[in-house]
């Protein structure tokens, strides 16, 4: 088994730093950073440090509020937000849910992914400090409702290297990743989602009601 201490540098302490740097941090990433592309690794571990589930798949960002992560591998599943909507996807189920996207990011560590304007202020940023080659940036959500404690935010030379989240049944998601690429041109019809033809789909998209 792998554990929690083998996988989150984030949980030993580490040199501190002035929270301001850890805010420009993840302010440069919501608004200075227009797109975002690269794989990545996800381990889910229980209380004890255990690994309950990996994943491997890839995410891409585009600026202002769209993003897409497609798991992978050991299953297909595929998260699209077109800006409007959120789309998931799960192939082997053949079922699509759709939600309005606001509803659906609200006080979720999704909203740091897709940029929106009201990102930053749902988060407080709380400690900021260094493990190795990484910054991390500690922030817990404004919320009381949110379904998760706190995440933290890993950068590498100012770029984001690592999430860590942590909900409220004391599970921890590790997310790495990798081969990433910055601020290059993404086609805006990797964002847009058409509902397979046999699929059923659960909601009611934006605009459509």
Same mark, same amino acid.
């Given at each position: 088994?792998?554990?929690a201490?083998a996988?989150? @540098? ?12 850890g805010e420009?941090?993840?302010e440069?990433?919501? *608004?200075g950073?227009?797109t ?11 209380? *004890? ?5 990996e994943?491997?798949?890839s995410?891409? =960002? ?5 993003f897409?992560?497609d *798991?992978?591998?050991p ?9 409007? *909507? =959120?789309?998931s ?5 053949e ?11 609200a006080?979720?560590?999704? @909203? ?7 990102a930053l ?11 190795a ?5 500690r ?6 409702d949110?379904g ?5 935010m890993?950068?590498?030379d ?7 989240f942590?909900?409220t049944?004391?599970?921890t998601?590790?997310v790495q990743?990798?081969?990433? =690429?910055?601020?290059?041109? =993404? ?7 058409a509902?397979?033809?046999?699929a059923?789909v659960i ?5 459509n009601?």
């Amino acid at each position: 088994m792998i554990r929690a201490c083998a996988v989150l @540098l984030c949980l030993s302490g580490g040199a501190a730093f002035a929270s301001d740097d850890g805010e420009r941090l993840v302010e440069n990433f919501v *608004n200075g950073i227009e797109t975002f592309q690269g794989d990545f690794r996800q381990t889910l571990l229980d209380p *004890n440090g255990d690994v309950l589930e990996e994943t491997r798949g890839s995410l891409q =960002i585009r600026r202002p509020g769209q993003f897409r992560w497609d *798991n992978i591998d050991p299953y297909e599943q595929q998260l699209v937000a077109d800006g409007v *909507n =959120i789309w998931s996807y799960d192939v082997d189920l053949e079922q699509v849910t759709v939600k309005p996207q606001a509803d659906a990011l609200a006080n979720t560590p999704a @909203l740091i992914l897709s940029g929106a304007g009201s990102a930053l202020e749902q988060f407080n940023v709380v400690e900021t400090y260094t493990e190795a080659a990484h910054t991390w940036v500690r922030l817990e959500p404004k919320a009381t409702d949110a379904g998760f404690s706190r995440m933290e935010m890993g950068f590498v030379d100012g770029r984001l290297d690592r999430l860590v989240f942590f909900d409220t049944l004391s599970q921890t998601t590790l997310v790495q990743f990798e081969d990433v =690429i910055v601020n290059e041109s =993404i086609g805006p019809d990797r964002f847009v989602f058409a509902v397979p033809e046999f699929a059923d789909v659960i909601g009611t998209p934006a605009g459509n009601e």
